[in-house]
């Protein structure tokens, strides 16, 4: 019986991590980069929620990227706020790009600097393409 159970556990687990898919030549691809303290994912393709949040596969052409980004904030001690637990804040970010090419590799990062949520779209050379133009919408949900 443990044994079973243990089986089941460690199938569920492997599903969790599973193997990205190769990237197909004639589309762009885009992989999303988080801090390691940090969530990043992709949410939403051209209003369309999308399914796998770790990178976005798109046609050449026109898009618009939806991301969900989580960090933490507080806890660090000071004012009244010395002895509270950090919190962590969820943010929607979104990016525009006109001109993704097939068979580019694209990357978004994003980052916090004093609590003000940045994301920025790479191309394969690091050159800045886009970067989210819209103030977040952030919240703890």
């Not at 990237?23 to 939403?44: H, K, Q, Y």
């Not at 006109?98 to 990062?109: M, S, T």
Request: glycine share 8%.
């Amino acid at each position: 019986m443990r044994t079973l159970l243990a089986l089941t556990l460690l199938a569920s687990l492997t599903a969790c991590a599973s193997k990205l898919p190769e990237p197909d030549p004639r589309f762009a691809w885009i992989d999303i980069v988080p801090d390691p303290s940090d969530t990043l994912m992709a949410n939403r393709l051209d209003d369309k929620r999308w399914n796998d949040g770790r990178y976005y596969k798109v046609m050449p052409g026109r898009h618009e990227l939806e991301l969900r980004y989580q960090f933490e904030v507080g806890g660090a001690g000071g004012g009244f706020g010395m002895n509270a637990e950090p919190s962590r804040i969820t943010c929607y970010m979104e990016l525009h790009y006109d001109n993704f090419e097939a068979g580019k590799r694209y990357r978004v990062e994003a980052r916090n600097a004093a609590n003000q949520p940045m994301a920025w779209l790479y191309d394969e050379n690091r050159n800045v393409l886009a970067r989210h133009e819209i103030f977040p919408r952030c919240g703890p949900f």
